[in-house]
């Protein structure tokens, strides 16, 4: 009784608690997309209660996958749905597993990319876009070649994996609009024209194109080359965070030879 007086109190002064984060990845199903969206919107919430800038990419996280769950559920999108899900779940699972370390304070066991995201949302000027894009760099130059090769065993010859793995750069040509006015909306104070946010958009979607097309290839290599092991994918990601940090915290900062680095 006494521990559930302290975490309530705890909950009602600082937000959601480690304790409630911690049981909400711990006792809830996630094993199909329905149940790890609802659980990724538990996450996004709790973390937003607790005021934190790491709720932004759970926030924009959720805006996607609800996209991608439209096209697996439309006729003719994909080709082969079934293992598009798989990746979208195994994906989750990821950024899970390292979330829930690092509220449990097991450090050592969380990916290099992730420690410097979540490490950042606690400084005291963290920024909610440069908490994002430390976020996307982990979720997609680490986990998405990861989720990838866990999930693709015969990934030079899944010719329907490939293609629905690149279509899915037209959804987000579709839903950047959308995603750009999310981080406009962190972000107030920016006051730029029309024109520069078509600018900010198509450099965003190049690097986005880019880094998923370096994940892919990534994972091929791993699978293929018998020089080439699993832990190419985190020394890489690795040895893009430094250039990742470059990117200042604020939206109206950045400049299209920052954004050209990252290429």
Not at 15 to 24: A, D, M, T
Request: charged fraction near 25%; glycine fraction near 2%; charge should be neutral.
């Amino acid at each position: 009784m006494l521990i559930f007086f302290f975490t309530f109190l705890h909950s009602k002064v600082f937000g959601c608690s480690s304790v409630k984060l911690v049981e909400i990845m711990e006792t809830q199903e996630f094993d199909t997309y329905s149940s790890a969206r609802l659980m990724m919107e538990d996450i996004r919430d709790c973390l937003q209660e607790r005021k934190s800038t790491m709720y932004i990419f759970p926030t924009v996280y959720v805006m996607i996958t609800n996209e991608i769950e439209k096209k697996i559920n439309s006729y003719g999108f994909y080709r082969n749905p079934n293992w598009m899900e798989s990746i979208v779940i195994d994906f989750f699972k990821l950024y899970r597993y390292s979330l829930l370390n690092y509220e449990k304070g097991r450090k050592w066991l969380i990916p290099n990319t992730w420690l410097e995201s979540f490490n950042y949302s606690k400084t005291k000027n963290a920024s909610g876009f440069k908490s994002l894009i430390l976020s996307m760099h982990a979720h997609i130059n680490r986990d998405l070649a990861v989720a990838i090769h866990r999930k693709t065993p015969q990934i030079s010859t899944c010719y329907s994996c490939k293609a629905d793995y690149f279509a899915t750069n037209e959804m987000f040509r579709e839903i950047l609009p959308e995603l750009w006015d999310t981080m406009i909306i962190l972000e107030p104070d920016v006051n730029s024209s029309s024109y520069e946010n078509e600018v900010y958009e198509d450099e965003l979607m190049r690097i986005l194109i880019a880094s998923r097309k370096a994940a892919w290839d990534l994972a091929v290599k791993v699978q293929t080359s018998p020089n080439v092991s699993i832990m190419a994918i985190d020394k890489r990601a690795n040895r893009l965070t430094p250039l990742i940090k470059l990117v200042p915290d604020k939206i109206s900062k950045i400049s299209g030879f920052i954004l050209n680095l990252l290429l």
